[in-house]
Structures are given as structure tokens and as C-alpha cells.
């Protein structure tokens, strides 16, 4: 359901993004490589930080405490972990596009509190887990928005304080 | 009798082994290096002309130098932690280990950001001036070619060597450590600034033959990749196309000798073969830039492509036919304009017929993969109850969504990015800011014209998402 718009969203990033930058650099070439260096930079940055959270996961898995408490799990630190997660565009979209009760090979939702045991509990549980994932991914996705406005808003700022060369020059009192 | 003779003589002489000689020559061959370099100089500073001190202040005065060297020593101190043991008690065993794990990941993230980092320093060489319009006053210098090929290539070399000293501190640090594998690694920084070398005459050769830049490190990149997938193929050839497959064929080899026995002679000769095949490499798209440079001037990469001719008749007087061949019109015939020449003009020109061909195909190809495997998933999932069958087919076509959602985002990203930059550099932003247009109106015909020009994208995206949607209700547990 969230996935069509937050693909856009990311898409509009992209392209505003991509505008700013075209105002600012001097270069294509410039604008270019800083856009791919950025979109690639925050696909790493969020796979090394989802790397770095990986022991916390790896001990709240064998904690007995986490297994036998109730309900959808809201630890912050889970939480952070998949917010971190969600900030991946191609994560977000694979995430999103899964089917709710789709057989997943991500230990996230294999970590499942003990006390269910009744099938239907489990299920119940994997929806909620996913359902909080999507809200968070379209959280993350909100804040891509917003940047793409800013980035909208200053390149159309910036084009308009824009003036032709030899205008600049006469201002400048070269001619 | 005679060929036994020798071989007494020389057991009798006690001959040093090779492995007690191979660090002095190693230190005596650095010292000739340097002392050589030093001592040339002169002949140097003819070899690279002015162009060199030019380029090489130019390249040097670039934030952005500054800014890759932080990143660069950033990871390098990642990759540290990364493999740093975490064991309570550091043994000796474990230090030795964590030597050995930290000499190579150090080896291959240094080869893989200085390998990434190679063709946008070098690609930009040529097509760089190509692109400010500043090349034909280049050539029409008393500049030689090989002053301008060489010294732009030796400019773009020290920054890549600074890459390559910049971890030595952080190397320091672990000798504090117990140390660190030194044959292996100095095998890796070899392999690495030599690949570096071959890789950067590669990229410079195509920014000779490219008009524009991007197109010169697409086409680094692509071919560099394509050659290391191919040779990766012949195991004995891929220790000799990349510096981490190098890596891995020497630690193979070193772990096979004794304890007793040293590795430099080993390092030594391994190092030495790769050398050989790059310097070559590196001599030989050098010499072939050299030789295109100014014969590629004012032409692009798909200049090398023929162009196609058809034969037209033309019908004389008398019955009489004449056959002429004449060239195909390879620009999109373009539409009549409208309402907004602006919006008009960013839609429609510079489209070529062999790039909307190449376009029209691809995505067709995908749109029809994209329709065939969500049918067939669907028809799977809802009425032959195939459901291990359907979530397969599901999952490829979340993996074609993910691709296309990629190439749209990058594909309107780097359209926009060039969409003002580019009038820029062509010096046609003045005319279109002096236009009596509004600016939002120009940003607004620019913004939908990226769009426009991934309409094929969108399409299949659109496709995708809705067969992903309707695909994804793919029940495995019922």
C-alpha cells in the first residue's frame, strides 16, 4: 500500500536532488559524480550502520527477557535498526513489497516472543511487525520529502538570483 | 661428467639462497629508482612538458582531493574496527590472526577505492577541456601531443600515489599492535598502484575518444568490469586482471612456504609478472592516445561506428537512373513545437535514432518480462495453487522492480543534474536567462523534460509496481 509512494518519493528526491545540484556545480560532470556519490553514499552509510547494530540484535535475540515478553516488539534500539534500514531507498522497496505473510529469511521477524504458540498468533504478529516497518519506512520517506522541498526551494531561489554574464560583469564594474 | 661439474663447483662456493639477497635488491632496485628519477629529472620535465605543472597545481588546489583522502582514511579506520578481535584475552595467536585479517582487508578496500577512484581522475582528462570548448585552444598551442597526453596523465597519477601513502600512519598505529604482514601488503599496495596505472591510461585513452566526460567513465567502467567478469572466468588469468584477485593468488602462495622460507622472493616475482602486464597495458592505451589525439578531436565514441548509408535513385531524363548512397538521418525527426518551445526543446531534441532504438527495445524487453512473470505468478498464486512456483516468480519481479526503480531514480537525477550545469558549459545560459521567460518557467520545462525523457522507465515501473502489488498477496502459509 505505502510502497508506490514512497517510491515516488524517493524518485522526487532523486530528481531534486539532481536539480540543486545542476544550479550550484559549475561542471556536469561535478553535479553528476556528487549525486551518484551521494545516492550511493547513503545506501552504504545505512548498510554499515544496519552492520554496526547487528550484535545488539544478535544479543537482544538470545536475551530470555525479550523472548517471553508479550505483543510487538518497540525496543528503541529495534527500532532505530530498522528506521536505519528504511533510510535505504532499495530496502525500503524490497521491504515493502514483500507480502504480509511471506516466508522471509530476515531473523527480524523470526524472533518471535515465545509465548505463541497458536499459529494465528504468529501471523498476527508478522503483520504487525511489517505493518511497523511500512509506517516506518513512509516516516523515512517523509524526511526525503521534505528535503527534496528544500532542495526545490533553494534551486529555484538560487536560479532566480541567477544572472547573465555580462550583466554580472556591468554589476561588477569590469565593463 | 661435464654437466655434474657446475654444480659442484657452485655448492662449494656457498652461494647466498635467494631469499638472503632479495631485500637488498629490493633496496638497492628503490634506491636506483630514486636516484634515477632524481637524475632525470630534466628529462622527466621534457617528457611531460608544461602541462604537467599546470594540471598537476589545478588538480591539487581541488577541495574535492582533500575531501576523497578523508574518506578514504575514514575507511580505512572502519575496516580496522571491523576486524579488530574482540576476544577478552589477546594472545599472540590472536594478534597474528588479526595481522593477517587486517593486511588484507587493508589490501582490498585499498584496491577497490583506489581502482573506483581511477577513471573520474583520469576520464576527465581530455573530454574535460573537450567539454569547456577549451581543447581546440589547447591544440592549437605549441604543445606536442605527447606533453599534453603525458602530462595530464602524470598530474592525475601523484594524487592516486598520495591514496595509496595515505594509510601509512594508520599502519603505524598497528605495529604498536604486534605488527602487521608487510610481503603481503606491500604485494597488495604494488599490485594496487599498478592496476591504478593501467586502469587511469585505459580512462584517459577513452576521454581521448570521448566529446564528453560521462560518457568516457561509463565506458571505463563498463569495459574494466567486463574484462575482470571475463578473466575472473580463467583462473589463471585473473590473478593478473585485478589486484585482489592478485592478493588472494599470492597469500595462496605464501601460505604454502615453510616457516623456515622467505616470501619476498616470492612477492618479488609475483609482483614483477603483474608488472609486466600492466606496464604494457598502461604503455600501450597511453601510445594510442597519444597517437588519436588530435585526430579524435572534434568527434565522440560512436564516431568509431561507421555511418550508415542507404541508396537512394533518382530518376533522369531519358530513363535513365541514377544510384547515390547517401547517409541515414541518425537524429530523431522532431515533432512540431507546440505551445512551450522551452518544454519542446528539452522533450525532444538530441534524441538519436540509435539511442531511441536501443531505448525502445530494452524497455520493451523488460515491460513484456515484467507483464509475463506477474500473469504467470498470479495465474500460479490463484488457480493451479503453485504457490513455491509463484512466490519464486514474485521475487523476480521484485528484483525487476528494484532495477528499474534504480535506473529511474538515477536516470532522472543525473538528467536534471546536467539540465543547467550543461547550458553552462555550452555557454547558452546567458541567451536563455536574457529570454523574456520566467526562471520557473525554464526550471519547470527542464523538470518535466527529465521526466519525459524516462517515460519508458516510468512505464515499466508503473508495471511492475502493480503486478509486485497484486502478486505480493502470495499466501506461502496457506
Not at chain 2, 119 to 135: C, L, M, N, T, W
Not at chain 2, 149 to 155: D, E, L, P, R, T
Not at chain 2, 455 to 470: H, K, N
Request: with cysteine; hydrophobic share 55%; proline share 4%.
Amino acid at each position: 500500500m505505502f510502497l508506490p509512494l514512497v517510491l515516488a518519493i524517493h524518485v522526487l528526491f532523486a530528481a531534486s536532488l539532481g536539480l540543486i545540484l545542476s544550479v550550484v556545480c559549475q561542471s556536469t560532470v561535478r553535479a553528476n559524480i556528487t549525486l551518484v556519490f551521494t545516492l550511493v553514499g547513503i545506501v552504504a552509510v545505512t548498510w554499515l550502520a544496519g552492520y554496526m547494530l547487528k550484535p545488539l540484535e544478535n544479543k537482544l535475540k538470545t536475551d530470555a527477557v525479550y523472548a517471553t515478553r508479550q505483543g510487538v516488539e518497540w525496543d528503541d534500539r529495534e527500532v532505530l535498526r530498522s528506521a536505519i534500514q528504511m533510510l535505504d531507498p532499495i530496502r525500503a522497496w524490497w521491504r515493502l513489497s514483500e507480502s504480509p505473510t511471506q516466508v522471509d529469511d530476515d531473523s527480524i521477524y523470526d524472533r518471535r516472543p515465545l509465548s505463541y504458540d497458536s499459529y494465528a498468533s504468529l501471523e498476527e504478529h508478522r503483520l504487525k511487525l511489517r505493518l511497523r516497518d511500512a509506517v516506518i519506512a513512509l516516516f523515512a520517506a517523509l524526511g526525503y520529502l521534505n528535503f527534496a522541498l528544500m532542495c526545490l526551494l533553494a534551486a529555484f531561489l538560487r536560479f532566480c538570483r541567477a544572472q547573465p554574464q555580462a550583466r554580472r560583469m556591468n554589476l561588477a564594474g569590469n565593463v | 661428467m661435464c654437466s655434474t661439474f657446475p654444480s659442484f663447483r657452485l655448492k662449494r662456493m656457498n652461494w647466498p639462497q635467494p631469499s638472503e639477497f632479495a631485500p637488498l635488491l629490493l633496496a638497492l632496485a628503490i634506491v636506483l629508482a630514486t636516484a634515477s628519477f632524481f637524475l632525470l629529472r630534466r628529462l622527466w620535465g621534457r617528457l611531460v612538458g608544461p602541462v604537467f605543472v599546470y594540471e598537476a597545481d589545478r588538480v591539487a588546489r581541488k577541495g574535492r582531493v582533500f575531501l576523497v583522502r578523508v574518506l578514504f582514511a575514514a575507511a580505512i579506520l572502519i575496516v580496522l574496527y571491523a576486524v579488530f578481535p574482540t576476544a577478552e584475552h589477546l594472545d599472540d595467536r590472536v594478534m597474528n590472526r588479526f595481522a593477517l585479517d587486517f593486511s588484507n582487508a587493508f589490501s582490498i578496500a585499498q584496491a577497490a577505492v583506489v581502482l573506483f577512484l581511477t577513471p573520474i581522475y583520469f576520464a576527465g582528462a581530455v573530454s574535460d577541456e573537450k567539454e569547456k570548448r577549451s581543447f581546440d585552444f589547447l591544440l592549437s598551442t605549441r604543445l606536442t601531443s605527447r606533453e599534453i597526453v603525458f602530462g595530464k596523465f602524470a598530474s592525475r597519477v601523484f594524487p592516486l600515489l598520495g591514496m595509496v601513502l595515505l594509510p601509512l600512519p594508520i599502519l603505524a598505529i598497528t605495529q604498536l599492535w604486534g605488527g602487521i604482514d608487510l610481503p603481503r601488503l606491500l604485494a597488495g599496495s604494488a599490485a594496487t598502484i599498478l592496476s591504478a596505472l593501467s586502469l587511469g591510461a585505459f580512462a584517459m585513452f577513452c576521454s581521448t575518444l570521448a566529446r564528453r566526460t560521462l560518457p568516457a567513465i561509463g565506458t571505463t567502467y563498463g569495459i574494466a568490469i567486463f574484462v575482470v567478469a571475463i578473466t575472473l572466468a580463467v583462473p589463471p588469468l585473473d590473478s593478473f586482471s585485478n589486484p585482489i584477485s592478485f592478493q588472494l593468488s599470492v597469500n595462496d602462495k605464501l601460505d604454502l612456504l615453510d616457516e623456515a622460507e622467505s616470501a619476498t622472493p616470492v612477492v618479488i616475482q609475483a609482483v614483477a609478472e603483474y608488472a609486466i602486464v600492466h606496464v604494457v597495458t598502461a604503455g600501450a592505451f597511453l601510445l594510442f592516445s597519444l597517437l588519436l589525439l588530435r585526430r579524435m578531436a572534434g568527434r565522440g565514441l560512436f564516431s568509431l561506428i561507421p555511418r550508415p548509408t542507404m541508396a537512394v535513385t533518382y530518376q533522369l531524363g531519358g530513363g535513365k537512373t541514377l544510384v547515390v548512397r547517401r547517409p541515414v538521418r541518425t537524429h530523431m525527426p522532431l515533432p512540431g513545437m507546440r505551445t512551450s518551445p522551452l518544454l519542446w526543446k528539452e522533450r525532444h531534441v538530441g534524441a538519436t535514432v540509435l539511442g531511441g532504438t536501443f531505448h525502445d527495445v530494452a524497455w520493451l524487453t523488460l515491460g513484456t518480462a515484467v507483464v509475463v512473470l506477474g500473469v504467470f505468478a498470479f495465474y500460479l498464486d490463484h488457480f493451479a495453487n503453485e504457490k513455491i512456483v509463484a512466490h519464486w516468480f514474485v521475487t523476480i519481479l521484485r528484483g525487476l522492480l528494484a532495477v528499474c526503480a534504480i535506473y529511474l531514480m538515477l536516470g532522472v537525477g543525473l538528467n536534471l543534474a546536467g539540465s543547467v550545469s550543461r547550458e553552462r558549459e555550452q555557454q547558452t545560459l546567458d541567451s536563455l536567462l536574457s529570454m523574456p521567460i520566467s526562471r520557473l518557467e525554464i526550471l519547470r520545462a527542464k523538470w518535466f523534460g527529465a521526466f519525459y525523457r524516462q517515460r519508458r522507465a516510468l512505464i515499466v515501473v508503473g508495471l511492475a509496481l502493480a503486478f509486485t502489488l497484486l502478486g505480493g498477496r502470495v499466501h506461502l502459509d496457506a
